[in-house]
């Protein structure tokens, strides 16, 4: 067999629908060349027009285009060899959701997306049903942005948003054809280009469109390949249709240690190799882990990151083959990479696990999920297993002063106080804000760099893969993906952005003053990280650091058990989970950073005014980004610009996911910008914790845990609270009352029941002599049942904080 067959069947896989985009655009007008009105017709005339593109042309064009076994009244679009079963094969493993259809009927050019968080059953609770997503937004270009991933109840879709998808496409194509690609250059092209041009377009438009174009054509790519693999040669029809072996592996990837690995830094001043430079560059160095570790295993394999049916968050989930030469790759990948993390000091613990499955696998997906998950559980039961007989640090050299950065390894010797990796750390979390990719090399990296199993990883792109953190889909000569994992440092420009100062000299004296300069070799340019003190020093009142960590709800709930109609019915694909994955990363990793870097993005979507929409540009880009992606994130930045921040990004996220229940708990602690980073860590975490226990949708701050909608309702309590304090004389609150109210709330919650209401008159005598506007204020706290007072730890902290 051809070892690149089961590439050039993901090719064909991952163009077999392609048709539907031009078939939607010239609606009841096929172009010359068609030979008919369906979909398939108009994939084999589309590969067909571009021949230098499509190597092998004749070949490709039958191939994608005859995958439809069950239509009898066209027998021309039914496959016929072993390669057009494959796709035909692969085509409904990947699709569920999808019925055999007269084309002819329907709408298929005003049948928008449906979002597929919509459709999720969470506690009996379904998401806003009818809506859509625009194919176009007016006057703006076609394609992937931020900003533009959210439903609507009428979206623009119609005939002419598909021509100029159409039209966008062939554009994109006539520039792969300058090109001289290979065949995973080709795939990774072609992944990359549907990505950005039919993310929203709808693969169903007739049963239940609530997959994209996207997510079908790359599932069923990855699921041909692996078909056409495990049967090792030149199989039979009937070889490929017997759906009784176990013919795939559900290969799931996930790191241990992660938050531990991140944070565990002794210093807790930028002065130990640069606090917050590291901390990105540790959050980074645990993402491209995870990718290089799936990296290796498909170059072992032979395969190409199309079989990379989900990754998010450190995890990343494979669709291979249940072949012995996979099975020897598996046990050969999770060696090298135990191996690696003891010489790391174990501070990153590498886990594989992988489920055998048969193909009526895809027909219940989730429990394949469920089952992977169960072994992946197994395999952390039993860290480094192959290795736990090696030692790991050797005195043979190197001086055995522990680094004081991270205390795991060794310092580089016994006047060096750092170990390599925190001293490379230091330099990459330094250059990470000026990048924009990031390459993965066989060897010979520039420096800095990941060393990885197998694989080198730089700032710097590669002619082998490299991963684009912008939403960057032009095409290359080179195998490419866009994966948002660069997040956001705030950096001196952020700072020159407030308007405080006219230019870096400026706030070079500022800082020398404050005592929060620090120089760095070669001198601070714009473009450098902005230290933890400096940010704690752009907050409102007390300069305090702000920590912030949020989390998704259910959304475990959600991958095991969403996939359920009103009738019990389970309606799990891969398709669909691979779709609810890309969306939360979207999210989480997209989102979450436009919000912060341009937040005038959203300002006819938070209904935001031009002032405000002007002071959140100059306050957000100085939130950083310690992580972001999967499902959750950890942000540090000045305190109340996080708090406001957080409401933003709450109201976001519930117009993103239009589910009552798919909802956002967190954590916030603000604290002196010294304490150390494992301290901080575990503050926040246990705040955010505490909301999930208090019942979810909510925020844990100041000691109590507040559901987002009354947490909305004190922002004008702090805003008068903040006026009252600032007023002169009696007309005014002193901090002095202020206090005296946190004590009467607290007599009050301690009080048995005959007591509590004691509370009422003595608030009465506390404002007695305060002016009439303040007295009845406040009186409106004698209402037990007010949320200002079930909360006013939170409003009167807030507030006493932003006027120290």
Known sequence: MDSNTPNKLALAGLLHDLGKVYQRAYWGQPPEGVSDWSHPAYTEWAIRKWKRLFSDNEWLALTAARHHEGWREKPQWQPQTPEQWCVALADTYASKERREVDEKGGHPTATPLEPVLAGLRVQEAYGQRGWGYSMVRASQEVGQKPGEAYPEAKPNISGDTYWRVAERLEARLAELDKLNLNLGALVSNLQGIFQELLWNVPSDTQGEPDVSLYDHLRLTGAIAAALWAYHGGSPSIEDLRDESPEKFLLVLGDLGGI??????????????????????????????????????????????????????????????????????????????????????????????????????????????????????????????????????????????????????????????????????????????????????????????????????????????????????????????????????????????????????????????????????????????????????????????????????????????????????????????????????????????????????????????????????????????????????????????????????????????????????????????????????AEAVQEAEKAAKAAGRDRLHLFGQSVPWAEMRSLVPWVRDFQRHLNAESKAGLSSALAYRLLRLWRQHQQGDPAQQMRYKPLLAYTLRERSEEIRQHYLQLADHTHTAWAHLPVWVQWGLYLER
């Not at 996220?653 to 602690?669: A, D, I, K, N």
């Open 259 to 680: 938050q531990s690995h991140i944070y565990r830094i002794q210093g807790a001043q930028t002065g130990v190799g640069g606090l917050a430079k590291r901390l990105r560059a540790r959050s980074l160095e645990v993402s491209l882990a995870a990718e290089a570790m799936g990296l290796e295993l498909l170059r072992r394999t032979g395969l190409t990151p199309l079989q990379r049916i989900m990754s998010a968050g450190g995890k990343f989930y494979l669709l291979l083959p249940n072949t012995p030469e996979v099975q020897q790759a598996l046990t050969e990948v999770r060696r090298d990479w135990e191996e690696w993390a003891l010489r790391q000091g174990a501070t990153l613990l590498p886990f594989l696990a992988a489920h055998a499955f048969a193909p009526a696998g895809f027909k219940a997906f989730s429990q394949v999920l469920l089952e992977a998950h169960r072994k992946l559980a197994e395999a952390k039961l039993n860290p480094l297993s192959s290795r736990l007989d090696t030692p790991y640090l050797s005195a043979g050299g190197v001086s055995l002063r522990p680094c004081q950065a991270c205390g795991a390894r060794s310092a580089r010797s016994a006047t060096e106080s750092l170990c390599r990796e925190c001293e490379r750390d230091g330099h990459i979390g330094r250059l990470l804000p000026k990048r924009s990719a990031v390459g993965f090399f066989p060897q010979d990296a520039p420096k800095p760099h990941y060393r990885f199993p197998g694989l080198q990883v730089a700032l710097e792109g590669s002619s082998d893969h490299t991963l684009r953190t912008r939403l960057d889909f032009t095409p290359a000569p080179h195998p490419w993906e866009v994966r948002l994992l660069a997040g956001h440092i705030p950096t001196l420009k952020d700072a020159l952005g407030t308007g405080r100062w006219r230019d870096l000299n400026e706030y070079q004296a500022w800082a020398k003053e404050q005592k929060l300069w620090e120089e760095e070799e070669g001198g601070r340019e714009a473009s450098d990280p902005l230290t933890l003190a400096e940010l704690a020093e752009f907050s409102t009142g007390a300069k305090y650091l702000g920590a912030l960590m949020l989390d998704a709800d259910r959304m475990g709930e959600a991958f095991a058990t969403g996939f359920v109609d009103e009738k019990g019915q389970d309606h799990s694909s891969p398709s669909r989970m691979a779709s609810l994955s890309r969306m939360l990363e979207l999210f989480f990793a997209g989102e979450v950073l436009e919000l912060i870097k341009n937040p005038k993005t959203y300002q006819h979507r938070l209904g935001w005014d031009g002032l405000k929409a002007k002071e959140k540009a100059e306050r957000y880009p100085l939130i950083y980004s310690v992580y972001a992606g999967g499902d959750d994130l950890f942000l540090l930045g000045p305190w109340d610009v996080l708090l406001e921040f957080a409401l933003d990004l709450e109201a976001l996220y519930r117009q993103f996911t239009q589910h009552p229940l798919l909802t956002l708990s967190g954590g916030f602690v603000l604290v002196n910008p010294s304490l150390p980073i494992p301290l901080l």
